[in-house]
C-alpha cells in the first residue's frame, strides 16, 4: 500500500470521532481508543461547551490529547496518547474530511448517514492500527467497493449517482454556465468508463486579508489564494493550464513572457506551491505547467499576494450632529467592481460606544442601487450592531446605514469623535472576480483517452478572510 510519508510525524491515531451539530455520534472509529464506546464524543462536547467560542484545536484532557477542526458545524476529532505534531495531526483532519467529500458529494450530517458504510470502509483503509496510510482519493478506490448515495445539497433528497451521471453529459452539451451545485457529486466508484461523466470543475478562489482608514485608504493588504479541482475525468488525462501573460513568482523564478522590469508592470505572486500531481520544471519560466488530475478534489497550486490591491467594496463612516444630545453615525458602502457582477453574503459590523443611551436604525439605498436597503439590529447585550445588505450587491452601487443615538447625560454630540466608534469588520463573497486579476488564459487536455470530449467548468471567487475599517 502507498504511504503518506507522514506516519512517523503523525505518531498514533488513537479514535477518530465525527460529531453532529446536536452533539450526537455519526461516525466513531476506535484504533487504540482510551475511552469506552460513546465517552470520547462526552469528554470533548463537555470541554467545548465550557469554553464556547474560547476552545482551542487541540487540547489535553488527564494524558489524552484531542485535534479537531469544525466544518459545516460538524467536529471532526482525533485522539491521541502519542506524542503527535500538533501540525500533522490538523492536516490529516483536513484531507480526511476532504476524502470524505470527495466520497460522499458533500458533507452534511444526512450525507454522512446515508454512506455510513461508504465512511467506515474508507476509515478502515486510511488508517492501519492507528497509523495514516494512503490518503488519495484516487488510489483509495482500488479498495473501496460501497457505492456512494448522493445527497442533494439544497434539498437533502436522495439521487441515484448512476443515473445522474449519464444524464448530465447530455445536459452539459449546449450549456455556457452550470449551477455551482453541479459539482457537489461524489466521484464515480466502480463504474465504466461508458456511465462516467466527464467534467472537470476549476475554482480561483481568493482570500482577502485588508485594513482601510476612515478615508478607505488601504493601509494593508494580502492575498490567499489557491486553485482547487474537482475532478469527474474518464482516464485521468493530461492537461495544460496558462496563467497570466505577465504573471512573475518570485521564489520559483517564473517571469511571464508579457511583463516585470523594464517591459511593462506584471502580476507578482510572492511564493506559490502545487500538488504532487504537477509537472514543472526548475529551468521552466513559463506561467504553465501540465499535471494528471486525479479523480476528487484537491488544491493543485496555492499562492500568496503581498502587494497592495484596490479595494473591492469600499466603507466609508462619518458623524453628524443632532443637537447638543443626538448623534448619527453614518456608514456608506459602495461597490468598486465592474457594474455586471455583484457582491453576495456581505454582513457589516460595529460597536456602539457606551454613552449612547438609545440606539434606532434606518436604511437607505444612496446610488445606483434599487429595492431595500438591506436590514440592521441592534444587539443591546453586546452593544453590537449587525447590518445585512441586499442578497444582490451591484457593482457602483451605494447603500446607506444611519444609526440615531441618544448621548447620556454629560456627554455632548460636539465632544464625540469617529475613533471612539473603534472600527467596522466585514464579509463578503464576489463571485466571477478576483482582486488580484489573475486568470486562466488556457487549460487544455493534451492526451484524452476517455470516449467522449471532457467539459471543463472554471468559476473564480473572492471571500474575505479579514477586512476591516479602522476609524
Known sequence: RPSLGISEMAGVISEFVLISPRGDTLVTKSYRGKYKTGRTAEVFLRRVQSEALTTKPIFREGDTTFCHIKLNNMYFVFTTRENCSPAVLLELLQRLSRVFKDYCGVLTEESIRKNFLLLYELLDEVFDHGYPQGMSTELLKAYVYNEPVSVDAGTGTVQNVIAKNILVPSILQDRKTMPSAQANKPINVGESTKTKENVVFVDLIEKVSMILDRTSSVIHSSINGQIVLKSYLSGSPEMRLGLNE???????????????????????????????????????????FTFFAPDGEFTLMGYRINTSYRAPILCIPFLEEQGADGLDFVVRVRGEFPPEKSASNIVLTFCVPAFAASVSLETAVALGASGAAGKADFDRTKRLVKWVLPV????????????????????RAANIELKQFGCINMTFELPMHLCSNLSI????????????????????????????VRL
Not at 523594464?262 to 510572492?270: H, K, M, N, S, V
Not at 444582490?392 to 456627554?411: C, D, S, T, V, W
Not at 487544455?444 to 479579514?466: C, E, M, V
Open 441 to 468: 488564459r488556457y487549460l487544455d487536455f493534451i492526451y484524452n483517452s476517455g470516449t467522449s470530449q471532457p467539459h471543463k467548468w472554471i468559476r473564480y471567487l473572492t471571500q474575505t478572510a479579514s477586512y476591516v
Open 392 to 411: 444582490k450587491f451591484a457593482g457602483n452601487a451605494e447603500y446607506l446605514l444611519r444609526a440615531k443615538l441618544m448621548l447620556h447625560p454629560g456627554h
Open 246 to 288: 505577465d504573471l512573475v513568482v518570485r521564489s520559483l523564478g517564473i517571469r511571464g513572457y508579457g511583463g516585470g522590469g523594464a517591459q511593462g508592470p506584471c502580476l507578482p505572486l510572492e511564493d506559490a506551491n502545487f500538488h504532487e500531481c504537477v509537472r514543472w520544471n526548475e529551468g521552466d519560466h513559463d506561467p504553465s
